[in-house]
């Protein structure tokens, strides 16, 4: 779930940040199809939903009985 989720968060990020270099993911070029303020909602979405998944996959490591014990 870390995994999935970073990449998720990643996506959302590039998906805000590229426009402003003229660039754009191929993957997400179907947001702008939508209108300004769905592609907003998305993207932002993107990033929520990717951190959330980051930090539940987070939890689930240290919450797992096979993980070994943290030394102090």
């Given at each position: 779930?870390?995994?999935i989720g970073g990449y998720i968060?990643?996506?959302g990020v590039l998906a805000i940040v590229l426009p402003f270099f003229n660039l754009?993911?191929?993957l997400l070029t179907w947001i702008d199809n939508w209108g300004e303020t769905v592609s907003w909602a998305?993207?932002?979405g993107l990033i929520v939903i990717g951190a959330v998944l980051f930090?539940?996959?987070n939890k689930e490591e240290d919450e797992s009985?096979?993980?070994m014990p943290k030394s102090e």
């Open positions: 779930m870390k995994k968060a990643i996506f754009q993911l191929r998305i993207k932002i930090l539940m996959g009985p096979n993980s």
